[in-house]
């Protein structure tokens, strides 16, 4: 399916078998015929076998009509990018079925968030040879065509990657994150990182405010930390394990449930969605049959490999500031009257900054605050808040009981964690409601509410008075990323379905955001895999009528600490920006 990514790696794979063969020629010189007849022999079936993929890969295009996604790569690219393909191949997952449609899509998308490979000629012998932030750092280049920097320049930093014994790195992938902050101001942004795959990176950060700024670099993980993550994620799928309890009377049972099973003699219980198709699975209980499950609840962690990794140490290649080779901070005056508003390519670029505290939104809807209780029942009057998705989201939800008291929690008798969770307020006919996504989770959740978003949407009529929120993303991070496109493409249809029969509905969707990586579940599901949930979320739903919560930025330009439940000051924030497309700018 991933033609492309296979491709490269086949060809990839051929090239690196002849290069030692083509230096074994040069330094032996010509003494021995019989090597030379074998090295023409092999770069005869080189030839061939080039030939015949490319006359096969011709046909392929020819008779499906994919669109060329490849002719837009790079070859450099290409040839380093990481094959999911041949991983996913490998993979014991179940993966729901896409219709053609959907896997081009799939293709396109996947190929477009493929990350740089640590190239397989160069494989790091010891941590050594792999990134390290002590030695590595950062330089603010000069202002293109001199003068002092106004608000609405562009600032642009170098970074450049060195090893443990302070070799330059000679190619990419390093996981960084950077923003551009101001302490005295409570002012923050974040940056875009441009990967050159030699070992240096470009950054370039918007000028918003006047004063001083300065420049914060974080190594996440080095690139050859990401080689395990990746591996990790299609050979460990089930490092997270799900239960189902079983009950009948008073027999009880309680087995192992995923969407990754690995081949057994075990029977199983399909509990595959008959609706979107997506599948889930538990073993059968040894007694009991599969309609007597009742609960479904975290299981136990089993692969705990990572914690004594190497590559994988905090304070020293895990979540590590690199340091400035010069100043690390710049002052910015403010434009004068008379200078042109200079909105450059990397401010619209930037979903929005904080200033003083407050986010200001670069996009569609400006951001207004909502700080007190009447401002808050004034945007909500009349209004059904619906709220899907992980702890994230109930975090919104907790955050809404908190600051109106008007709205009261009605007793479901259920639980906290997953809800459903509903909350009224009578007077002002105002109705929240909370439920969490379907497997996987680790909640604990009674099974006949374990439901789908898709499947919910459905159920939803929608208009001018509804408001849809969801966040889904926490829970994904140890699956193969195939998992959660088709997740999002089955929410997709049933947004669309939705606006369709009630297009007035208002839809707002939260992005990922960075995690503390203190804890073994939170650096396996690394910042690295959030950054491809990040893309491929805001690619599956680009175009279509919906509203981010750019919580990815909210928390990355944040002086609070990377968080996978983001600290209330930035939950007040996302609050905000809530309200602000509820009622787009006719409160406050
Ligand atoms: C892909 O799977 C097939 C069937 O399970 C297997 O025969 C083949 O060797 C696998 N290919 C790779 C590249 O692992
Ligand atoms: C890494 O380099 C240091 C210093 O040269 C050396 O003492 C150490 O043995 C090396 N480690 C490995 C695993 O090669
Ligand atoms: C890395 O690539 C960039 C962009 O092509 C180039 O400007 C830079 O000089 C290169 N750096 C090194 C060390 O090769």
Known sequence: MRRNSWKSQFFGQILFDLIPQIQFQTTRGLGLLTMKLIHLKHAITFLFLFLTMCVFIFIMRMTKNI????????????????STHHQRNHSFCSFRHLSPEEAVEENLILN?????????????????????????????LPKEGGGQRIVGDQLHVRITMFDYHGRPKKYGGDVLLVRLHSPALDAGVA???????????SVVF???????????????????????????????????????????????????????MRPTQHPLCDYTDVRTGEPWFCYKPKTLSCDHRITHTAGPITGKGLRKNILFQRGMNLKVFIGASGPAQVTVLSK????????????????????????QSLRDTPVHQFNTKSAITQCLRHKEIHMYGDSTVRQWFEYLLKVQPDLHQFDLHN????????????????????????????????????????NELDGVAGGANTVIIFGI???????????????????????LRLLTRAPDTLIIIRTPNPKSLARFEEFSASDWYSIQQDKVLRAIFKGINVHLVDAWEMTLAHWLPH??????????????????????????
């Open 67 to 82: 669109p060329k996604v490849e002719d837009e790569v790079d070859p450099i690219t290409a040839t380093l990018q990481v």
């Open 112 to 140: 477009s968030i493929a990350w740089p490979e640590t190239p397989p000629l160069l494989p790091p012998r010891s941590i050594n040879d792999t990134s390290d932030p002590a030695h590595s750092s950062f330089i603010i």
């Open 191 to 201: 940056g875009q990182v441009l990967d050159h795959l030699n070992g240096t990176y």
């Open 206 to 260: 918007p000028l918003l405010w006047e004063g001083s700024a300065q420049v914060e670099v974080t190594l996440i993980h080095p690139s050859e930390a990401v080689a395990v993550l990746h591996r990790l994620i299609y050979d460990q799928p089930d490092q997270i394990a799900y239960n189902a309890l079983f009950r009948s009377g008073s027999v009880k049972e309680t087995t192992i449930c995923n969407i990754c």
């Open 336 to 359: 004068k009257e008379d200078q042109p508003e200079a909105r450059s390519r990397s401010v619209s670029e930037a979903a929005g900054y904080y200033y003083k505290g407050v986010w």
């Open 415 to 454: 639980l906290a964690q997953s809800g459903p969770l509903l909350a009224l307020d009578y007077k002002n006919n105002i109705k929240v409601t909370f439920r969490s996504h379907g497997p996987p989770i680790r909640f604990t959740v009674s099974s006949s509410e374990m439901r789908y978003i898709a």
């Open 473 to 495: 993303w926490a829970h994904y991070g140890t699956f193969p990323v195939e998992i959660y496109f088709r997740r999002l493409m089955s929410i997709r249809k049933a947004v």
């Open 563 to 588: 968080n996978t439940h983001p600290e209330p000051p930035i939950v007040k924030n996302m609050m905000n920006v809530i309200l602000s497309y509820i009622c787009s700018g006719n409160s406050n």
